[in-house]
């Protein structure tokens, strides 16, 4: 069975520090890749997606991630982070399936807590 | 409408009976999805629809589980003879699915808290 794999389940940081959050998965070939953030009390929200072109992809809220095709990694980052990025982040992998659809799998999500 | 729309919201139920969870995804989204996400765990999948038909079941993790999709929108979730195992966050999303490129990125629900006691 195909997986996504999150580095870290939980991360402490005070504001102004860089972020970067791990996500590696196991599908060989062709994926659409996905980081979703949920704050506190609210429901899944995209934060960004990578389906082609630029492994570079910019999201909302600064956030930023690198598709790394060699290393099967989706690695999400945000260079200065704030109190208000306090979620659970997920990282989400999309592939075919070999009755034509698409199936998306997620990982197990990563808790990060900023300082003020 | 506007979002993706689940009810209710919350459910607490006795060990031993059904519910049933329900679906409203955006309109025109032909793929829905059915997670469960419970503490720590992260997104459990479940099982996903395109139109009414669901291509993949292999998430439902007993036969306990059951779905179905009706005119291509609103889609209910079963689970008979609940268990406390069941208690969980159960999630709906829908999305634009372009089966030649992959979807594009979903609409969750709110979700639906279960408690079984």
């Known amino acids: 069975a195909q997986s996504v794999s999150q580095h870290n389940h939980h991360v402490i940081l005070s504001e102004a520090a860089s972020l970067e959050l791990g996500c590696n998965y196991s599908?060989?070939?062709?994926?659409?890749l996905f980081w979703y953030v949920q704050y506190p009390g609210q429901h899944l929200q995209l934060l960004l997606k990578?389906?082609?072109?630029?492994?570079l992809v910019k999201g909302i809220k600064g956030f930023e991630a690198e598709f790394i095709k060699s290393k099967f990694s989706f690695n999400l980052r945000k260079p200065s982070v704030q109190w208000s990025d306090t979620a659970e982040y997920f990282c989400a992998v999309n592939y075919p399936l070999n009755t034509g659809g698409f199936k998306t799998i997620f990982g197990a999500g990563t808790r990060l807590f900023v300082k003020a | 409408g506007a979002g993706v729309s689940q009810s209710p919201s919350n459910k607490v139920t006795e060990k031993g009976k059904d519910v049933e969870l329900r679906c409203d995804p955006i309109s025109g989204h032909t793929a829905l999805y059915w997670y469960r996400q419970s503490l720590g765990q992260g997104l459990e999948f479940l099982i996903y629809f395109q139109g009414n038909s669901a291509p993949d079941k292999s998430g439902l993790p007993s036969d306990r589980f059951s779905a179905e999709r009706t005119g291509g929108s609103v889609s209910t979730l079963t689970i008979q003879r609940t268990q406390q195992e069941d208690s969980a966050v159960y999630l709906c999303?829908?999305?634009?699915?372009?089966?030649?490129?992959?979807?594009?990125?979903?609409?969750f629900g709110s979700g639906t808290r279960l408690t079984v006691v």
């Open positions: 599908y060989g070939g062709t994926v659409n």
């Open positions: 999303a829908s999305s634009l699915s372009d089966v030649q490129g992959g979807d594009y990125g979903y609409t």
């Open positions: 990578y389906f082609s072109g630029d492994p």
